[in-house]
């Protein structure tokens, strides 16, 4: 069965700061990786993903995350965060070895950039 | 281009009643989805569809019933609702031949639905 934990509700971090936000996962084949982020009263939106080749994807917005097979890992980074960022952030999983397998979501992280 | 659109916005039933959510998406994917949102739980999948004419059920399908009418529209259907379907309702749409989450799955707005 897929998995993916990101254990932490909440990430604070002033404006023009680094930023991080943890996601590991659990599949039993590859996996395709995701993230999503969710602004107040929209759906989610598409920020990046990895599926294969180099482990450091960057994606929308100056948003990048590392794929680290050793440590399960994808963790979603910012060399500097914007008040503008603050939303909820979801990393999603897909086991390739399950084809019946849908995407699995994490149960999302509230980002607060203060100024 | 609208994107995925879903009616209505917010809905408040009571226990037993029935609705139907409605989505439609104008940029011509083959596979759709709905899901639900609960808080500390991310989203949960509800039912998905890889072309029109075919439906499967994804985690949390109990409760539900789906129809993909057309290319376009996904509709989800609750036929006797209960307080635990309070929840918000998420459809989405990508360019997946199979709905096997290859490529970036494009959302709508969202349904905020209260049973009572």
């Known amino acids: 069965a897929q998995s993916v934990a990101q254990p932490e509700d909440q990430v604070n971090v002033a404006e023009g700061n680094p930023l991080t936000v943890k996601c590991t996962y659990s599949v039993s084949g590859n996996p395709y990786l995701f993230w999503y982020v969710q602004y107040p009263n929209r759906g989610l939106q598409f920020l990046l993903k990895y599926i294969t080749g180099d482990n450091l994807v960057k994606g929308s917005y100056g948003f990048e995350a590392e794929f680290n097979k050793s440590q399960t890992s994808f963790h979603l980074k910012k060399p500097s965060a914007l008040v503008s960022d603050s939303a909820l952030y979801f990393c999603?999983?897909?086991?390739?070895?399950?084809?019946?397998?849908?995407?699995?979501f994490g149960g999302g992280t509230r980002l607060m950039v203060k100024p | 281009n609208a994107g995925v659109t879903q009616t209505p916005k917010f809905q408040v039933l009571k226990t037993g009643q029935s609705m139907t959510l409605q989505c439609a998406q104008d940029?011509?994917?083959?596979?759709m989805y709905w899901y639900r949102q609960d808080p500390g739980m991310g989203l949960r999948l509800i039912y998905y569809s890889a072309s029109e004419g075919t439906t499967d059920k994804g985690e949390v399908p109990n409760g539900y019933n789906v129809s993909r009418l057309n290319k376009r529209e996904f509709s989800l259907r609750l036929e006797s609702a209960a307080p635990s379907q309070t929840s918000v309702y998420f459809c989405?749409?990508?360019?997946?031949?199979?709905?096997?989450?290859?490529?970036?799955?494009?959302f709508g707005p969202g349904t905020r639905l209260t049973v009572l």
């Open positions: 999603a999983v897909r086991d390739l070895r399950d084809a019946g397998n849908m995407l699995t």
């Open positions: 989405a749409s990508s360019n997946d031949p199979s709905a096997r989450a290859y490529n970036e799955q494009f």
């Open positions: 940029m011509n994917h083959n596979s």
